[in-house]
């Protein structure tokens, strides 16, 4: 059994920060790609940005230079770092990693159960 377990979510002013843990816990041989995707009430669910295993990130247009994603492997975790938060970024956020687990030949894609996130204007 493997689990994501988000965390950071809130309620923020616009022009503000919010920093987002997601910690991958269980069976776990390996992780490749770990990522933040974003779903607003309406709209379909996107990406936000993607860390490899071995560091190289690629960002959503609407959040470069704003948002930053890092991960720990020791840990088996992503975070997403969100300043100069925007109305436009509120959302849930959903943590996303291509995990390997023991036992198991190939890598599956787990999700997290979302954090919300608020930007009051």
């Known amino acids: 059994q493997v689990q994501l377990v988000e965390s950071g979510g809130g309620l923020v002013q616009a022009g503000g920060s919010l920093r987002l843990s997601c910690a991958a816990s269980g069976s776990i041989f390996g992780i490749n790609d770990m990522g933040w995707y974003r779903q607003a009430p309406g709209k379909q669910r996107e990406l936000v940005a993607v860390?490899?295993?071995?560091?190289?990130?690629n960002y959503a247009d609407p959040v470069k230079g704003r948002f930053t994603i890092s991960r720990d492997n020791a840990k088996n975790t992503v975070y997403l770092q969100m300043n100069s938060l925007k109305p436009e970024d509120a959302a849930v956020y959903y943590c996303n990693a291509d995990i390997l687990g023991y036992g198991l030949g190939y890598a599956q894609s787990y999700w997290g159960q979302g954090t919300q996130v608020t930007v009051s204007s």
């Open positions: 860390i490899s295993s071995g560091g190289s990130t």
